[in-house]
């Protein structure tokens, strides 16, 4: 299909989207690697009146890493993220779960912050995000603002964004200690989608007991969520298959789950539970 008539605008800085948002007053919407907003357009599922492109604003690209958190500029691509050196280094199931979305062309032209701000139900970002308690850098008319994830994506398809706010960068904090990390997604075979896809970080005491864990569930409800029920079961427990079999149990606690063509709600909450386990298995430190 043909999209409606939109004006397009070239943003020259932060700032200047900002600005240009502001002046559109709720008509307008940003431009990144277009591969969530383009089929939107296409099926006139939006019709926004202006297009702000930002992906000239190299102030938007990169990844830096100190010794407590990486962070991704909202513009750097899945496939910059899948392959960086640093990423792999401190927190390779980010690295891990970019590797699994779509196919080259998505990875090559989709931006972690176009990701997050989408906040499309099934895409992988969110629920690593959760798992590593990142924080989005917002820019928008009163300045700069941060957000954790979990209080940026509010449902599906619905952020905290504001009218005239702009995605800067995410921050993933580096857990500390002897910990691990994994993603477990079973796609689906047509879009690659996440029909389930389950992140999760574990980090052990000097006793060999869970200290720390941190376990986000994407694909299978609503909205992305952080499995409460499966953390609140390993903490202070051996860090051994026998806990994580009964944690995973727990994996379809929270969440709103309803089926699809694809997936009933009953499959997607067995998937939960499997797909937990799973990650959690390979997150053993
Ligand atoms: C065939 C196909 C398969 C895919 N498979 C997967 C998959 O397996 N897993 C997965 O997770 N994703 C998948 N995707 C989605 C892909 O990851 C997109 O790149 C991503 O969802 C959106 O990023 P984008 O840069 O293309 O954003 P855009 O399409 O440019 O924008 C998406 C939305 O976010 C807003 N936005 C973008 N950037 C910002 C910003 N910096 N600040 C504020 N708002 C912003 C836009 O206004 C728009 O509303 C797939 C896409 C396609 C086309």
Redesign the pocket.
Known sequence: MIPSAFAYERAQSVRDAVRLLESHQGEA???????????LLKLRLTSPSVLID?GGLSE?RGISAGEDQVVVG??TT?AEVANSPVIKEKLPLLAEAAR????LQ?RN???V???L??A?P????PAVALALDAVLTLEGPDGRNEIPIGDFILGPLLTA?GGS???VSISFPIPKGRWKGAYEKY?HPA????VVGVAAVLAVDGGGLIREARVGITGAADTPYRAREVEAALIGKPADEETIRQAAEQADAEGSFSGDLFASADYRRHLCKVYARRALARALP
């Open positions: 919407k940003i431009l990144s690697g277009g591969h969530s907003l383009i089929p930002i938007l909202a513009l899945h699994q979305i779509g196919d998505v032209r989709g931006t912050g176009g990701s701000a989408h499309d099934a895409s992988d970002l964004l706010d702009v995605v796609p879009s690659g989608y996440a």
